[in-house]
């Protein structure tokens, strides 16, 4: 905007003051869950306060506190409200040891919402923050400038494919999950990763199990298929069990990785290991729209519920995730990724990341200061 508007820039400047409404479902869910959203939930109400929007949240219950209240993990009315709104955050859900609540599994809840919601890309970007380099339990030479994205099928695979049932083989009980894919669930995927490639250091790194499996022999042959329309990106084969030892041994060979919905499960739990703990993972979970359906990749950690010991940083870089690629925020995003660094920076840690116990803060004091870094310049512990 020029310093002196005339009147001819008037609409405009009416527009850029108005506030705008963004619609978020949040799904707390179980365990920690709540706790690490009240968290979020606060960070985009410093977001809203200092760039002028509002973050209008309506509640729902998805899970184990779903099944409490009515009986099942996900009601039609949490469905609805998901699919009308402009992107859900959710916590977590499950109970201790992934047990059944009255014979039903909270964990449904989470499958359920990405099928209904149609989002069958998951993005789960990992890089190593510069104050965190001794927390990991991988050594610091290995994790320096480590920045990678993992792009996991979401809505096919084993996870989905029928049948999956019990029945009875040769006499005696049994069980099946059905591993299929279809082309186009492959081609979709494996095309979003090389256009992402496209924009960071140009490198597919496309995981299987190539040896043994026929879905991933015809994963792999339109995977090439694929590459051959992005010249400029180079794809590499991996197989799953040689990239879980090459993730830990040089974390640097990779870029984008793309792979089927067990494996990016699997490997993502290993890679938040280099990120120092799983409680730093964010992810995002898109379609073909800009809806998308945001959540840390740790569960819902039932051990330290309500002891005000979870890692909020994974579910509020989640909403810095919603901010860029559901509500086209990008200086937002950038302002909650840069009030979580400089709180590391400056030696805050949630016990996850402590080196003592002694030395660490809580969930609401990790919130109270990345909000301020949102509000204020940082403070200093
Ligand atoms: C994840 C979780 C879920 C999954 C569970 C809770 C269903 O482990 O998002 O990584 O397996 O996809
Ligand atoms: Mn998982």
């Known amino acids: 905007m020029k310093a002196f508007p005339t009147l001819l820039d008037l609409p405009i400047y009416l527009r850029s003051i108005q506030l705008t409404d963004f619609k978020i479902i949040y799904a707390p869910g179980d365990g920690i869950g709540p706790e ?8 985009l109400a410093a977001i809203g306060d200092r760039f002028g929007h509002r973050f209008s949240g309506d509640y729902v219950p998805v899970g184990a506190d779903s099944i409490e209240q009515f009986g099942t993990e996900l009601t039609s009315d949490t469905i609805d ?8 955050l959710l916590g977590a859900c499950g109970i201790a040891g992934g047990a059944a609540v009255k014979g039903r599994h909270p964990e449904l809840a989470v499958l359920g919402l990405r099928r209904e919601m149609q ?12 104050s965190l380099l001794d927390a ?5 030479d290995r994790l320096e400038d480590v920045d990678m994205l993992v792009l996991r099928e979401l809505t096919g ?5 029928q049948p999956k049932e019990r029945r009875i083989v040769d006499g005696e009980r049994a069980a099946v999950d059905t591993l299929l894919y279809k082309e186009s669930e492959v081609r979709r995927i494996v095309r979003r990763a090389f256009e992402l490639a496209g924009d960071r250091r140009k490198h597919v790194t496309s995981v299987d199990k190539n040896n043994v499996l026929e879905s991933s022999r015809f994963w792999r042959e339109i995977a090439e298929d694929v590459a051959s329309d992005f010249p400029d990106v180079q794809l590499e084969h991996v197989l799953v069990d040689a990239f879980a030892m090459r993730l830990v041994l040089s974390p640097r060979d990779f870029d984008v990785v793309v792979t089927k919905n067990m494996f990016g499960d699997i490997i993502t739990d ?11 993972m964010p992810s995002a979970s898109l379609g073909n729209g800009n809806k998308g ?9 039932p051990d330290i519920a309500g002891t005000n010991q979870a890692n909020p940083i994974g579910t509020i870089l989640s909403a810095a995730m919603m901010l860029r690629l559901s509500l086209g925020l990008e200086d937002e995003a950038k302002a909650v990724e840069s009030a979580v660094e400089s709180a590391l920076a400056h030696g805050f840690r949630t016990p996850d990341i402590a080196e003592t116990k002694n030395s660490a803060v809580g969930t609401t004091e990790m919130g109270d200061v990345i909000a301020q870094n949102i509000i204020s310049p940082p403070v200093t512990k």
């Open 36 to 43: 690490v959203i009240e968290q979020s939930s606060r960070i």
């Open 81 to 88: 409200k998901c699919l009308a709104s402009d992107s859900v």
């Open 119 to 130: 989002l069958w890309t998951n993005l789960r970007p990992m890089k190593v923050y510069d």
């Open 136 to 140: 990991s339990p991988v050594k610091r």
């Open 157 to 161: 695979g084993i996870y989905f494919a």
């Open 270 to 280: 290993e890679m938040a290991v280099l990120s120092a703990s799983l409680g730093m």
């Open 293 to 301: 359906l945001y959540e840390p990749i740790h569960g819902a950690a």
